[in-house]
């Protein structure tokens, strides 16, 4: 049964001038660790690429927060809230503390889907109760 549906659609641009203006401070709001470390190294290689991936895990975060009926209230806060993806490529939504507890304690899965083209990144998320 279909537990909640989140949309969110990012500007890529307002993602670049936050980090022009304020560094490194708006990723480590909102990465987990994992993330931020992908963050970086992709920044490295390639600003540009690094400034995507910010703003595709910004807008999963933001769909799954919709889907979950929570928005940005405890207990959802971004750095619990992890996307990852699996080996075959798929993007998956890895929750920790009190959010995973929340979470599990519903019995609810998570789908999550993110794209990104030039200047917006968008993610649907599907949430459901087993």
């Not at 995973?100 to 917006?120: C, G, I, M, P, Q």
């Amino acid at each position: 049964m279909i537990y909640g549906i989140g949309t969110d659609i990012c500007d890529v641009r307002r993602i670049r001038a936050s980090l022009e203006r304020h560094g490194d401070r708006f990723p480590r709001k909102v990465l987990s660790d994992g993330e931020l470390a992908v963050w970086q190294a992709r920044s490295v290689r390639w600003p540009e690429r690094g400034v995507r991936y910010l703003a595709t895990r910004f807008s999963a975060k933001e769909a799954f927060s919709k889907a979950i009926g929570l928005g940005m209230r405890l207990p959802m806060s971004w750095r619990l809230c992890e996307i990852t993806k699996e080996v075959s490529g798929k993007p998956a939504i890895v929750l920790h503390g009190g959010l995973k507890t929340w979470f599990e304690a519903r019995n609810l899965v998570a789908h999550v889907s993110v794209t990104d083209e030039t200047d917006y990144a968008a993610s649907f998320c599907v949430v459901e109760q087993k």
